[in-house]
C-alpha cells in the first residue's frame, strides 16, 4: 500500500485560497479510487472529495462549486484546491485512497495530515 505524504496547509483569510498537494510513495496508475477527508476541530472526520482513476470527480455538499480535486498519475500526486474558504473549512486535512466496501466508501491507511485554518 502507499504512503501518502500531505503539503500545503496554513493560515488564510475568509474568502482566501489554498492548494493542498499529496504525494505517494508509489504509482496511483493503479488506484481506482482517491480522495481528501478533513477533520474539523472536535468533529468527526469526512470526506471531502474523490476522484478516480478516470478523472470522475464527487464532492461532499459543503465543498461542492469552491473545491477541485485533481490528480497526476504520472507524477503520483493528488491536489485540492480550495476557492473562497470559510472558518468552516478549518480542519486537519487528509490525503487518502479509499475503497468501495458495502456500498459506501471506506478510508485506506492515514497520513499524518495537513492544517488548515480560516481566520474569520
Known amino acids: 500500500q502507499v504512503q501518502l505524504v500531505e503539503s500545503g496547509g496554513g493560515l488564510v483569510d475568509t474568502g482566501g485560497s489554498l492548494r493542498l498537494s499529496c504525494v505517494a510513495s508509489?504509482?496511483?496508475?493503479?488506484?481506482?479510487?482517491m480522495g481528501w477527508y478533513r477533520q474539523p476541530p472536535g468533529k468527526q472526520r469526512e470526506l471531502v472529495a474523490t476522484?478516480?482513476?478516470?478523472?470522475?470527480?464527487k464532492y461532499g455538499e459543503a465543498v461542492k462549486g469552491r473545491f477541485t480535486i485533481s490528480r497526476d498519475n504520472a507524477k503520483n500526486t493528488v491536489s485540492l484546491q480550495m476557492n473562497s474558504l470559510k472558518p468552516e473549512d478549518t480542519a486537519v486535512y487528509y490525503c487518502?485512497?479509499?475503497?468501495?466496501?458495502?456500498?459506501?466508501?471506506?478510508?485506506?491507511?492515514w497520513g499524518q495530515g495537513t492544517q488548515v485554518t480560516v481566520s474569520s
Open positions: 508509489g504509482s496511483i496508475r493503479d488506484i481506482f479510487l
Open positions: 476522484i478516480t482513476n478516470l478523472g470522475t470527480t
Open positions: 487518502n485512497a479509499p475503497y468501495y466496501c458495502s456500498g459506501d466508501v471506506c478510508p485506506g491507511s
